[in-house]
C-alpha cells in the first residue's frame, strides 16, 4: 500500500510547497519533487517583484490578498522582509505613445524624465517621450519565502520528497495510490497537482480533466554594469507593450526580451536570439554597450488556455485537487493561492460564496474546461 499520508502535493515549487504548507495545519502531508532541490524550474527563475497592478484581474485580485501576507509574515519562518522597494516604470519611446493610456488604466502615474534620469543615471534621457511609475512595485525576496514555507511544512509534521518523480496513480478502497519512478508507493485520500509544467501531465496519468497547461519559455541574462551607476537604486524598467525589462539582481542588473514562447515541459535555456533582441533594445535606452553575455537562464511559466490559474477540484476525478497556471504571476499571488486550496479541501465558509477577497471564483475553477479548454492565451 506504500507510506500512508493524508495528503500528496506534487510538485515542490512555490506552489505546491505554500499549499502543503498551508494544508499542514490540519493533515498529515506529502510533497513529492522529481528534481534534486524546491523550485527549481520556475520559482528559482523569477523575475521576483510585486506588482499588484500586473496580470488579469484575477491574479490581482489574488496579489492584493497576498499584500497582508507579505508584509506580516510569522517572524519565526520568515527571518527577514518579504518585500522591499523598488519601483516599476514603463517607458514610452516616440511611436509609443498609445500605451500612456494603458499605463494610467492600470493606476501607473507620469514621471518626469529628469527624475527618471536622477533614478537611472545611464538613462539615454533623449530616446524617451514619457515614463510612467508603479511606486507600490516591490522585490520580492523568492529564496526566503520559499525556505519559510519549507521550514513551516516540516515544522507542522509535514514531509518532502526530493528526487521522486510520478509516474501512475491508481485508486485503492477510494484512496490514491501514487507510483514513483524510485519505486517506493505513496497513499492519500487526496492528491493536489501543483506539479508546474508537468501539470497536463500529471493530470492525465491521474486520469483526471485533460486541461492543456502550456509551458512558454522566458529568458533572461545578468549584466555587470558599471560601480558607480548606483544601480540598487534603480527601478524595475519595461518597453511599452512589455518588449524587455530590466531591473537590479544581486548587484547585477537582470535583462529579458520577456519572450513567451510555447514549449515542452523541460529545464528550459535562454534563447540566444532573444537576448540578443533584448539587448539592442536595451542599449538604445541605456548608454551601456554590452560586449558579452554575463549568466544566462531560461524559466517556464506555464498558462492555462484563458490566462487565469486552475485552482479547485477536478471535475472528472473524486479528491483530486488543481493549483496550476499561475503564469508570471505566480510569486506573488502564492499566498493567497494557498490559503485558497486550504479553504477548499477544508470545505471552509470562506469559500461558500462566488468570490474569496474579490476573487470570482468561477474565473479559476477546472470546471470552466469541460472540454480541456481550446483557446490559448498569449502572454
Not at 65 to 73: D, I, K, L, P, Q
Not at 243 to 259: E, I, Q, V
Request: aromatic share 8%; net charge negative.
Amino acid at each position: 500500500m506504500g507510506t500512508v499520508f493524508d495528503i500528496i502535493v506534487i510538485g515542490g515549487g512555490i506552489a505546491g510547497m505554500s499549499a502543503a504548507a498551508e494544508l499542514s495545519r490540519d493533515h498529515k502531508v506529502c510533497v513529492l519533487e522529481r528534481e534534486t532541490a524546491a523550485g527549481y524550474h520556475s520559482t528559482g527563475r523569477s523575475a521576483a517583484t510585486f506588482v499588484p497592478s500586473y496580470g488579469p484581474p484575477a491574479f490581482q485580485a489574488l496579489a492584493r490578498a497576498s499584500e497582508g501576507f507579505f508584509t506580516g509574515a510569522d517572524p519565526q519562518f520568515w527571518t527577514e522582509p518579504l518585500l522591499s522597494p523598488r519601483g516599476e516604470v514603463m517607458m514610452i519611446a516616440p511611436g509609443e505613445e498609445a500605451h500612456i493610456a494603458e499605463g494610467e488604466a492600470l493606476g501607473l502615474t507620469h514621471m518626469p524624465l529628469d527624475e527618471l534620469k536622477r533614478r537611472v543615471p545611464l538613462l539615454k534621457q533623449d530616446q524617451l517621450v514619457a515614463a510612467l511609475i508603479d511606486e507600490a512595485a516591490r522585490d520580492i525576496d523568492v529564496d526566503l519565502l520559499l525556505q519559510g514555507y519549507m521550514k513551516l511544512l516540516r515544522s507542522r509534521g509535514g514531509e518532502i520528497r526530493f528526487k521522486t518523480e510520478v509516474t501512475g496513480f491508481t485508486r485503492h478502497y477510494g484512496a490514491w495510490q501514487v507510483q514513483t519512478a524510485g519505486g517506493e508507493n505513496f497513499s492519500a485520500g487526496l492528491v493536489v497537482n501543483a506539479a508546474g509544467a508537468w501539470a497536463s501531465e500529471v493530470a492525465r496519468l491521474a486520469k483526471a480533466q485533460p486541461i492543456a497547461i502550456t509551458p512558454k519559455r522566458r529568458s533572461a541574462m545578468l549584466l555587470d554594469l558599471p560601480e558607480d551607476c548606483a544601480l540598487d537604486g534603480w527601478p524595475l524598467c519595461f518597453g511599452a507593450g512589455e518588449t524587455f525589462y530590466f531591473k537590479p539582481m544581486g548587484g547585477r542588473l537582470m535583462l529579458s526580451p520577456a519572450d513567451a514562447t510555447p514549449v515542452d515541459p523541460h529545464d528550459a535555456w535562454a534563447d540566444d536570439m532573444a537576448l540578443a533582441e533584448a539587448v539592442e533594445k536595451f542599449q538604445q535606452v541605456i548608454d551601456f554597450e554590452v560586449t558579452h553575455a554575463g549568466q544566462t537562464w531560461g524559466g517556464l511559466r506555464s498558462f492555462a488556455p484563458d490566462g487565469n490559474p486552475v485552482a479547485g477540484f477536478d471535475e472528472a476525478q473524486d479528491h483530486f485537487v488543481w493549483l496550476a497556471g499561475q503564469g508570471g504571476y505566480g510569486i506573488q499571488s502564492t499566498p493567497a493561492l494557498a490559503r485558497l486550496i486550504y479553504a477548499m479541501v477544508n470545505s471552509s465558509d470562506a469559500i461558500r460564496q462566488s468570490t474569496y477577497n474579490g476573487l470570482e471564483l468561477a474565473a479559476i475553477s477546472p470546471a470552466r474546461f469541460p472540454g480541456g479548454g481550446e483557446t490559448e492565451v498569449n502572454q
